[in-house]
């Protein structure tokens, strides 16, 4: 059987006793013959091209030289010895160093024979050496299949010690492979492989290992990735559909007299097209009794909140309850007051729960809730904590950020006895691909329009040298009647350091723009949140002209007057970040600034930040140069990096394929949603076996 010998225990290789078995375990867990052969080439050395001594000198990278070895000195002092061996071709000679291990090289070459040489040349005080060059004999390198494309492993000091160097680890795999029993089973259909012109998956994983040339590596790789992205794809639309097709959500049957009032009446604007669009796809989600699973996105300032509050009141209009979470207080209190504000002529009871909710008022809400006299509930976590009931919830929207993990968005679930609706909203755009694969379980809205008359925000990047510039146009900007925001970093709550700066900075802000003409509000972390509601509501009512703070404004906050965004050390934020606080600049009329103050050391990848942040004001495009520059595990947090664990494929090269895998995908699902025919059963039984492997997949739920 194929599935046992992938299952054997890899210590029943021949060549592997118990303690190299221990190695591989526990440095690269590999624990049975199919770990090995997933253990995968990173990349491959083009051994087609021999170069000659002579050529040396004009080569980039790594050169392959066929020779002869002419001599093995060990030179230096005692503490400093290196090996050091002249070889030679028709055209000239070159050094070969050895800093380690010389008794054992010394061991393994023969003075005066033939060897060929590869690795990476180095010029030193005019002569040309190569250190630590592979050696192979070219009955050694036959030996090895006659391979022109040399595979390179992952390997661990460890694992060398036992002779699993790269080379060690790829004689291992090749035992495996010579194995009569060797067999891979495919559960790939093989419609899809015709379709694709991808290799079985036991000619893939043979050509990854011992490629025979370089268009059937390029397929094999492909074949392996696919298989990944395809899996993962199915995983999350079966489970889509389980959630979605199959679960009774409650019945919206009727547009009613809430959201035509405030449609007809309140609305302070005309909707723009997306927003139109997008609450169609949300209402015709609602309507029929399916489960509605939707990711909101759009751009900062793309009009989300509009959108979410008129699908709360169509849930409204239909008897439910409706709740927002935040995943900060200042957001929650944000949307609160926009809500309140929005809904003021209405009669409907909007409250806010959060864990700052003095215990008098939590038992009132608490009460209303179960009432269900208390239309709207928004907050924070505070939301999901089980004393928290619903009468009759129909409707969780969530504004995530990133920050809500899938499990938090199945405790909401959990509140009702038919599952609410659930409606995240995401502030900072993702990259489709990433959307797909981390949210592939969700439909997907996109507001893609900017509201009328918004003008895109002039970004600017400025050294410290040119602070008395900059202060100088605040000035002019607050002369104007325009108001500013001077944001410093904050990488952790309690880190004095970033406390300092911000300190320093407000002092001399207020230095440079003096009571009475001028006022300042400073909002902070450590500050008590009455107190920073006042500072904030000094500001955005137009008191006070400037605004100092840390990150805590970077979400929601919404002041239209405020025209110029300062960031200071600009270079210690990520993309999205920045896009966030540049957000929060450009919502009235005023054409606006942001103004990116930085030191003058800045590495690579800040650069291409402050570089990206100046040309464009397209959130979508940020996300694709964030997600470049970080990976996607880092992009979303720790908290759901597990998702995008993947082996083989890459996110942000792979683009073209996941779309493909995606698509596939949609297509067997619709064809056989259970994945019953036989040439579909391999399919489900894989599922089947890595939904138990990954029982701590978050999306599994
Ligand atoms: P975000 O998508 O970032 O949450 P908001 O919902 O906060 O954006 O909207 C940003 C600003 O644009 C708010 O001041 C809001 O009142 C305003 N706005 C939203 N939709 C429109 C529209 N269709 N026309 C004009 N202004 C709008
Ligand atoms: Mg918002």
Not at 98 to 118: D, H, P, T
Not at 229 to 246: G, M, P, S, W
Not at 307 to 333: F, H, K, W
Not at 393 to 403: N, P, S, V
Request: proline share 5%; aromatic share 8%.
């Amino acid at each position: 059987m194929a599935e046992s010998f992938l299952n054997t225990p890899i210590e029943f290789l021949k060549g592997v006793g118990p303690q190299r078995a221990q190695v591989l375990r526990e440095e690269i867990a590999v624990f049975t013959f199919g770990d090995l052969l997933y253990h995968l080439p990173f990349r491959y050395e083009d051994r087609s091209v021999y170069h000659t001594i002579r050529d040396v000198r004009s080569e980039a990278g790594a050169v392959q030289i066929k020779g002869k070895l002419l001599s093995l000195t060990e030179v230096g002092k005692p503490r400093q010895k290196r090996l050091v061996g002249r070889f030679e071709d028709d055209t000239g000679e070159i050094e070969l160093i050895w800093f380690k291990g010389a008794q054992w090289v010394r061991s393994g070459l023969e003075v005066g024979k033939e060897y060929i040489v590869f690795g990476k040349p180095n010029l030193y005080r005019g002569t040309w050496s190569i250190a630590h060059p592979e050696m192979d004999t070219p009955q050694g390198l036959k030996s090895r299949g006659g391979l022109s494309l040399i595979p390179v492993y992952p390997s661990t000091e460890k694992l060398g010690k036992r002779g699993l160097n790269s080379n060690g680890i790829h004689k291992l795999v090749g035992q495996l492979l010579a194995d009569p029993a060797f067999d891979v089973p495919d559960y790939l259909p093989g419609y899809l492989l015709k379709a694709l012109r991808i290799p079985g998956r036991k000619e893939a994983i043979r050509q990854m290992h011992f490629p025979t040339e370089g268009t059937h590596l390029a397929n094999a790789s492909k074949r392996l990735k696919f298989e990944e992205l395809f899996l993962v794809q199915l995983q999350l639309i079966r489970n889509r559909d389980a959630t979605t097709k199959r679960i009774q959500g409650p019945e919206f049957t009727d547009v009613g007299e809430h959201f035509t009032r405030f449609y007809e009446e309140h609305l302070p604007f005309e909707l723009t097209g997306a927003q139109k669009r997008v609450i169609k796809e949300i209402r015709k989600d609602m309507k029929h009794g399916t489960h509605m699973n939707r990711l909101l996105q759009g751009d900062v300032g793309s009009g989300k909140t509009v959108v979410a509050l008129l699908s709360a009141l169509i849930a409204i209009d239909n008897g439910y309850q409706v709740c927002i979470m935040a995943p900060t207080e200042i957001l929650a209190q944000q949307h609160y007051r926009t809500f309140s504000a929005m809904l003021e002529n209405m009669p409907l009871e909007v409250r806010l729960l959060t864990g700052s909710t003095k215990t008098a008022q939590r038992k009132e809400i608490h009460y209303a809730l179960e009432a269900g006299t208390l239309h709207i509930l928004v907050g924070t976590h505070a939301l999901i904590e089980p004393k928290v009931k619903f009468h009759r919830l129909g409707l969780a929207i969530i504004d995530e950020q990133h920050r809500f993990g899938v499990k938090q968005r199945s405790k909401l679930w959990r509140k009702a006895m038919v599952p609410p609706h659930v409606l995240v909203m995401t502030a900072t755009p993702i990259p489709r691909t990433l959307a797909m694969t981390l949210y592939g379980d969700l439909d997907v809205s996109v507001i893609d329009q900017l509201p009328p008359g918004r003008k895109p925000v002039d970004t600017r990047h400025y050294r410290e040298s040119s602070r008395m510039k900059v202060f100088g146009f605040v000035e002019e900007q607050v002369e104007l009647g325009r108001q500013v925001y001077i944001v410093y970093p904050l990488i952790e709550e309690s880190e004095n350091f970033d406390y300092k700066d911000l300190m320093d900075g407000y002092e001399s802000v207020t230095r440079r723009f003096p009571l009475p003409k001028y006022r300042v509000s400073i909002v902070h972390g450590k500050m008590k949140p009455e107190d920073k509601d006042h500072e904030m509501q000094l500001f955005s009512s137009g008191q006070n002209q400037i605004m100092v703070s840390t990150t805590v404004i970077e979400v929601g906050v919404d002041v239209p007057n405020a025209s110029v965004m300062i960031i200071e050390s600009a270079e210690k934020f990520g993309l999205s970040q920045l896009h966030q606080l540049r957000g929060r600049v450009g919502r009235g009329a005023e054409k606006s600034f942001c103004i990116l103050m930085t030191g003058d050391k800045l590495s690579r990848d800040a650069r291409t930040r402050l570089e990206t942040m100046c040309r464009t004001n397209d959130g979508f495009e940020v996300a694709e140069v964030d997600l470049a520059l970080r990976g996607p595990g880092d992009l979303m947090g720790t908290q759901q990096s597990g998702v995008v664990d993947l082996k083989v494929a890459n996110l942000t090269k792979d683009q073209d394929l996941l779309q493909v895998a995606r698509h596939m995908a949609e297509q067997v699902i619709g064809t056989d949603p259970d994945l019953e025919t036989a040439e579909h059963t391999p399919l489900r039984l894989e599922l089947e076996r890595l939904a138990k492997d990954r029982a701590n997949w978050g999306l599994i739920s």
